[in-house]
């Protein structure tokens, strides 16, 4: 099993920066990739941003068309932790962030594929 928990994220008006981490724990060695999704009230869950996680594999990160060039993606093998900084945040932007861990990967953007998710954390951009 491998847990999953977010932190990070709050408020924050249009046009600043925020930053949220996940932290794994438990058999961190069987996960292959991890992601970010989020959810807006109303909305389906959205894949935002992934990387390959497991130790030894070419690192590449993965991103929503809709936050290429404001969001990057961070992993920290020794310390089990993903981090997503974001930048230029809209309004839009708002939805709860959770990541995601997979122990095998076909299709990135495709919830089904993740084995583990966290709780998630309300980022919330003002206009």
């Known amino acids: 099993q491998v847990q999953l928990v977010e932190s990070g994220g709050g408020l924050v008006q249009a046009g600043g920066s925020l930053s949220v981490s996940c932290v794994a724990s438990?058999?961190?060695?069987?996960?292959?990739?991890m992601a970010w999704f989020r959810q807006a009230p109303g909305k389906e869950r959205e894949f935002v941003a992934g990387?390959?996680?497991?130790?030894?594999?070419?690192?590449?990160?993965d991103f929503a068309d809709f936050v290429k060039g404001r969001f990057t993606i961070s992993r920290d093998n020794a310390a089990n932790t993903m981090g997503l900084q974001m930048n230029s945040l809209k309004p839009e932007d708002t939805a709860v962030y959770s990541c995601?861990?997979?122990?095998?990967?076909?299709?990135?953007?495709?919830?089904?594929?993740?084995?583990?998710w966290g709780q998630g954390t309300q980022v919330t951009v003002s206009s």
């Open positions: 995601a861990a997979a122990t095998t990967m076909t299709s990135k953007a495709t919830k089904g594929e993740y084995d583990y």
């Open positions: 438990g058999r961190t060695d069987s996960i292959y990739y």
């Open positions: 990387t390959t996680w497991r130790r030894g594999t070419t690192y590449v990160a």
